[in-house]
């Protein structure tokens, strides 16, 4: 059975870091997309950051160069360093796994078939 286990998360200040991780295990695939999630306070969920197992990685537009994601060699955890912190970061952060799609990886959530359980971000002013 696939596991995904995040930690790190927390409370900081605006301007402040956090570097989040997603412990991964039994993760079948070569091949992968994975990716960061986040739902804040009375908002929809929407992705973050994505990496693709040959390498590459997206951001979403609000990420503005603040964030950085990355796997360990051994494809056994996934991390999110995020650096300025704003209020509007504020959210439960949440890893995923899954196959790539014909086009690589997104932020629709359907491709992605295992979830961890999320990890609280709170961001003061």
């Known amino acids: 059975q696939v596991q995904l286990v995040e930690s790190g998360g927390g409370s900081v200040q605006s301007g402040g870091s956090l570097r989040l991780s997603c412990a991964i295990s039994?993760?079948?695939?070569?091949?992968?997309?994975m990716a960061w999630f986040r739902q804040g306070p009375g908002k929809e969920r929407e992705g973050v950051a994505n990496?693709?197992?040959?390498?590459?990685?997206r951001y979403a537009d609000f990420v503005q160069g603040r964030f950085a994601v990355s796997v360990d060699n051994a494809k056994t955890t996934l991390y999110l360093q995020m650096n300025s912190l704003k209020p509007e970061d504020t959210a439960v952060y949440s890893c995923?796994?899954?196959?790539?799609?014909?086009?690589?990886?997104?932020?629709?959530?359907?491709?992605?078939?295992?979830w961890g359980q999320g990890t609280q971000v709170t961001v003061s002013s």
């Open positions: 995923a796994a899954g196959l790539p799609t014909p086009s690589g990886c997104n932020f629709r959530v359907e491709p992605y078939h295992y």
């Open positions: 039994r993760y079948p695939y070569s091949r992968y997309c």
């Open positions: 990496i693709h197992s040959a390498g590459s990685a």
